[in-house]
């Protein structure tokens, strides 16, 4: 029985994907309800992983209320452990190869905590978190992951507003107004 199997989207998650890749490329914000099992981040994963792949220079940016949320080795539930989850079962063919003609891997110089670089198309996949997210740098696309749990969210919103051309925000309801 495998333990990975590949991805194939449902079709309602395949909507999904085209509706956030139009309010992107339109440089529209948008907000996503998040419900258990459907695979929301994941997605977001999915797409930030394709535009590192074939876009250069393109820089997607995730956060949430803490850092841990974002990037944390070897746990799964963290965003950029989810990348390189992707990463990790791409066909070596698909991965970028750096001026010294080494195929990229995880671990390497490309891959920091809170930063994966793609070393042939200078794309970058990054990660903040907390209430200080956006303050710094400039994104194509930036994704905050539970913004109804996000510390004073209107602080963060008006910083990530001036961070990217597009903001994705990105939750599980939590009460009412959020």
Same mark, same amino acid.
């Given at each position: ?18 509706? +956030? ?34 876009? @250069? ?32 079962? +791409?066909?070596?063919?698909? +991965? ?76 599980? @309801? ?5």
């Amino acid at each position: 029985c495998p333990t990975t199997l590949p991805f194939i989207p449902w079709p309602r998650q395949a909507e999904f994907i085209q509706w +956030l890749h139009d309010h992107i490329q339109a440089g529209n914000n948008c907000m996503g309800d998040k419900s258990r099992d459907w695979g929301a981040t994941w997605l977001c994963v999915y797409y930030a992983v394709w535009r590192w792949l074939f876009s @250069p220079g393109y820089t997607v940016t995730f956060g949430s209320r803490k850092v841990e949320l974002v990037d944390k080795r070897g746990d799964l539930k963290s965003i950029l452990e989810k990348v390189r989850f992707c990463l990790r079962n +791409l066909p070596k063919w698909m +991965l970028p190869v750096d001026s010294q003609g080494k195929i990229f891997g995880l671990g390497s110089d490309n891959d920091n905590h809170l930063l994966i670089r793609n070393p042939e198309t200078l794309a970058t996949i990054a990660g903040e978190g907390g209430e200080e997210m956006g303050r710094g740098g400039r994104s194509s696309w930036y994704m905050i992951d539970e913004w109804a749990t996000v510390p004073k969210a209107e602080n963060v919103n008006a910083a990530v507003s001036g961070n990217a051309r597009s903001v994705f925000y990105l939750s599980t @309801p939590k009460g009412m107004g959020n």
